[in-house]
């Protein structure tokens, strides 16, 4: 089964060769990895996707936990999540299909970035699904690139009434 | 200011360390120029840096503080890697510090240049390059930090040799906080009570120990939790020493080479307690079939070794000594004589098992068997020496003969299995322990994968006994070849060795042998009553086979007990004739 899981690591040298090696060197899979910094500069957020049985999850996140440079792991296709993709593709476009691939680009809300006489090259962000399911009505007209930018994923804030009320009128208060 | 050179041997001092193992190099030159005049840290000229490695790891298993090494860039660095792999595997807190080009010429394959943190990412616990000799002191710090705490490991340091020359304030930082690193040492309580219900409530239960038990200094909690609940207690390779082998309740090793009786009782067992042990391959022998009656209570520091190999029921993530405790008191006092009568069939059958099939060998009046000379040594140390082994047959037979008494008197190498280990092991116990028995018990094969030591033991008069026993072939690997290959020896006899007895003499050193059974404690005492170095040289029955051996892939209530019956072709001992040494 599939697992999305999210590491926050040290912004160092060599992190993410310590994480892509512990997968190579047990025989983990990796989809996709994708990393960059967060707010702060000493901390980055690492997104992989990854696939197995529950004791192989279990041991991959138990094995993630023990890297050092790691702070903290969270599998998080245990809690609600939204997970987002971007893909640029260039399509080939002749004079007869530029329409066609704008009207395609425009039901994903996606947009045109580049432009060329003979191709388009389309932005698009969203779940795999979506960025899949546009790949696929575009390829017709002829893909002359495809980049990817692998899952992000993040947890949904637990919302609850009370407690969003109570921190508002601590707030005010103070 | 200090020069970086400074500033890290101060601080190996800081963190107590008298004793370094290693060899110089270009890149490191500054550093040995500053411990030129060094007074209170002693450095082991080693001729080997692997050898170099595995002292600091026998410096460490023994003492169980941290083991240290220094060597060059480069092939220094890389020498080291097997030693690291071997630390690594079986858990053994060394730091390593390698020389490395400066800072500017990385990366562009200068002259003895090695990507060594690369090279050592997958078999350290952490390595660090430092870049600023500002970062050099709190380097040191977490690195032995990181190498003592939780499940123990090596620790790589790469030191450029621009910032061993360049100059900073020396502050040695008191403690270090590492946010993604914080190891559990308390157990869960509802965990432990857990355990310690099953362990009232079961019929025939069994501890199994491992390496963690003598990492967490537990063998006083093993003891009192054994003695307490009448478990019989079995050891894995790194486990042996943790519980006393002459104790009624020892079972001594289990698994791949062990005795009868414990096999037998693992797999029967309803409750299985594994402490500080990991279910290695070598223990379980097939897995789907280990121990299928049985709950499975888990005790260990590193989370990832628990449901790695097997389903645990009863997994409790914390260092051993600490569980232990807590489980003791939970225990105690909870119907200790009732017990007694309650175990009392489960123990009269083990016992039973051991007396169908007790660990034995056929001893001869003309051929010195391997076993005997490892219960002479075991006889005539008390079990008290410090003993390494190298890996193969006689490594099994001094785990299977050899009653240990004592946690950290047992040096081998469990996980990585690395022949040359022993000799260079027991050096950097000696050096611990300048007044102690240390026995290196080795192979012919294996000791000449490190028999350059002998220039460093004759240098630094460590009285390192080593005891050969020399069957003229890789028997290990000639036994599987006879057990499992027709008996075709391919690449597994060892012609053309040296005469060990003229080597011993080459290095200055005493040689002693043996080949008549009747020589064996004779030359023994004579060499464990000197006060230097002897090898004493051991011509043993070259076709002894180590049994019982569980077949790879087997369950392990499946053993080979013995040799095939005479009727099935053996292989011929003529050949062996020529290869004989002189006596």
């Known amino acids: 089964m599939e697992h999305i899981i999210s590491l926050m690591v040290e912004n160092k040298f060599g992190v993410l060769s310590r994480v892509a090696g512990l997968f190579s060197g047990r025989g983990f899979n990796i989809d996709s990895l994708s990393v960059a910094p967060t707010v702060d500069p000493s901390v980055s957020m690492m997104t992989i996707v990854t696939h197995g049985d529950d004791r192989i999850i279990e041991q991959i996140t ?62 698009v962000t969203g779940d795999t699904e979506k960025v899949e399911a546009m790949i696929n009505l575009l390829r017709p007209l002829g893909l002359k690139e495809l980049v990817r930018t692998g899952r992000i994923a993040i947890g949904r804030e637990e919302f609850r009434a009370g407690v969003q009320q109570e921190k508002r009128k601590i707030e005010q208060a103070t | 200011m200090l020069t970086g050179a400074e500033i890290f041997l101060e601080s190996l001092k800081r963190e107590g360390v008298k004793t370094v193992f290693g060899l110089p190099g270009g890149v490191v030159l500054k550093i040995f120029d500053v411990l030129y005049s060094e007074k209170e840290l002693e450095f082991i000229l080693v001729r080997h840096e692997q050898a170099a490695i595995h002292m600091a790891e026998g410096y460490a298993r023994a003492t169980g503080r941290a083991g240290v090494a220094l060597v060059t860039s480069g092939p220094g660095a890389t020498n080291t890697v097997t030693g690291l792999v071997n630390a690594w595997m079986d ?13 500017s010429m990385i990366g562009n394959d200068a002259f003895q240049e090695a990507d060594i943190v690369g090279i050592s990412r997958s078999c350290t616990k952490y390595n660090f390059l430092v870049k600023d000799v500002a970062d050099l002191a709190r380097t040191i710090k977490e690195a032995f930090y990181i190498a003592t705490t939780g499940r123990p490991g090596p620790v790589l340091v790469d030191l450029p040799k621009d910032v061993s020359m360049a100059k900073a304030d020396f502050v040695y930082p008191e403690s270090v906080y590492i946010r993604g690193y914080n190891p559990t040492y308390k157990g869960n309580r509802w965990q432990i009570k857990q355990a ?33 609940t009448q478990v019989p207690v079995t050891m894995t390779l790194m486990g042996l020493g943790g519980f006393p082998g ?52 888990h005790v260990d520091i590193d989370p990832t070794s628990i449901r790695k190999n097997i389903h645990v029921d009863i997994p409790i993530v914390g260092d051993v000594k600490h569980v232990l405790k807590d489980l003791n008191e939970l225990l105690r006092g909870r119907g200790n004589g009732d017990l007694k009568d309650a175990r009392k069939p489960w123990l009269d059958q083990i016992d039973e098992w051991k007396r169908e099939h007790p660990l034995a060998y056929k001893s001869s009046d003309k051929m010195i068997k391997p076993q005997q000379v490892i219960e002479k040594v075991s006889e005539l140390t008390l079990g008290k020496a410090i003993v390494a082994t190298d890996v193969g047959q006689h490594q099994m037979w001094t785990a299977q003969f ?9 040096l081998n190498s469990g996980g990585l299995g690395t022949m040359g280990y022993g000799f260079p092991a027991a050096i950097g116990a000696q050096k611990a322990f300048p007044d102690q028995l240390v ?35 890789h028997g290990m690997v000639r036994q599987w070849q006879q ?18 007895v003229k080597l011993a003499e080459a290095y200055g050193l005493k040689g002693l042998r043996a080949s008549r059974p009747d020589e064996v404690e004779p030359v023994l005492r004579e060499a464990f009553e000197d006060r230097q170095p002897v090898i004493v040289d051991m011509i043993v029955d070259p076709y002894e086979n180590c049994y019982p051996m569980v077949p790879a892939g087997a369950a392990i209530n499946e053993m080979i007990l013995g040799d095939p019956s005479p009727e099935q072709p053996q292989p011929s001992r003529e050949s062996d004739k020529e290869s004989a040494l002189p006596a």
Not at chain 1, 93 to 110: H, K, M, N, P, Q
Not at chain 2, 205 to 220: K, Q, T
Not at chain 2, 257 to 267: D, E, K, P
């Open chain 2, 483 to 500: 057990s499992f290959y027709g008996g075709r020896y391919s690449a597994s006899r060892l012609d053309h060795s040296p005469d060990f």
């Open chain 2, 246 to 297: 002459t104790h009624p309740l020892s079972l001594g090793m289990l698994g791949m080479h062990g005795a009868y009786a414990t096999n037998m009782a693992v797999h029967n067992c309803d409750l299985l307690i594994a402490v500080g042990s990991r279910f290695d391959d070598r223990v379980t022998g097939k897995i789907d079939a280990f121990v299928p009656n049985a709950k499975i209570i």
């Open chain 1, 62 to 123: 138990k094995q993630l936990n023990k890297v050092i440079d790691v702070i903290k792991v969270v599998d998080l296709t245990e809690h609600r999540h939204v997970d987002r993709e971007t893909a640029l593709v260039k399509v080939h476009t002749r004079a007869e299909d530029r329409a066609e691939a704008l009207r395609i680009s425009d039901i994903f809300r996606a947009r045109v970035i580049d432009s060329s006489p003979t191709t388009y090259t389309i932005e």
């Open chain 2, 91 to 103: 858990s053994c807190p060394i730091v390593v510090i390698t020389g490395q080009v400066s800072t």
């Open chain 2, 439 to 473: 026995v290196a018990i080795v192979g012919d094969g294996s000791f000449q994968m490190n028999l350059q030591e002998l220039s460093t033991a004759a240098a630094y008069k460590l009285p390192v006994k080593v005891v050969i026993l020399n069957n003229r072939h």
């Open chain 2, 402 to 410: 050899y009653k240990f008494l004592q946690p950290r008197t047992f």
């Open chain 2, 196 to 228: 310690a219900e099953a362990i009232l409530k079961a019929k025939k239960p069994i501890l199994y120990i491992g390496g963690g038990v003598i990492n967490s200094d537990a063998a006083d909690e093993v003891r009192e939790l054994a003695e307490l």
